[in-house]
């Protein structure tokens, strides 16, 4: 319930940030995911900071979740991952997030699952560039500069 309560406080901070930005982020994910992102866009703090950064680094997000309603909750995992967007390189980390609720049903897993996206999106920082730097490096193709004072963890 904590979760759902950050979720609406984040999208009323971030005012709808991807659709005032210039900046879109590009990502892969499974038909599913699409939809529900494609429904209700994303938002969260960062999203002008994140945005810039995977365009300057030639970067798009790979997103993969898992989402199960049972007998006693509802819950939903992120699994985010910087990658080329040309190439089928990655970077060596990922960011996470996992949302649960008591309440089942699947308005409520679609909810979670747009929480878990949005706080997964938003802790993208310089490291995952830098991963996905080392990568193209170690595969021979061209590394993107590194922004130094833009949220770097």
């Not at 005032?20 to 994303?42: G, P, R, W």
């Not at 900071?49 to 199960?68: F, G, H, I, P």
């Not at 995952?128 to 590194?146: H, V, W």
């Amino acid at each position: 319930m904590k979760k759902l309560l950050l979720l609406s406080l984040l999208s009323i901070l971030a005012a709808n940030a991807s659709a005032a930005s210039n900046c879109s982020i590009s990502y892969t994910t499974d038909v599913k995911l699409d939809e529900i992102i494609k429904k209700n866009n994303f938002e969260f703090e960062n999203y002008d900071e994140v945005c810039n950064r995977l365009k300057n680094s030639n970067a798009k997000v790979d997103l993969r979740y898992s989402s199960a309603i049972d007998k006693q909750q509802t819950t939903a995992v992120i699994i985010a991952q910087v990658i080329d967007k040309n190439f089928p390189i990655l970077s060596n980390s990922y960011k996470r997030s996992m949302w649960s609720s008591q309440e089942r049903t699947t308005a409520i897993e679609r909810e979670l699952l747009m929480g878990a996206v949005n706080e997964a999106l938003n802790a993208i920082d310089q490291s995952d560039i830098q991963g996905l730097n080392e990568s193209r490096k170690k595969m021979g193709f061209k590394a993107y500069p590194t922004s130094s004072n833009v949220n770097k963890k």
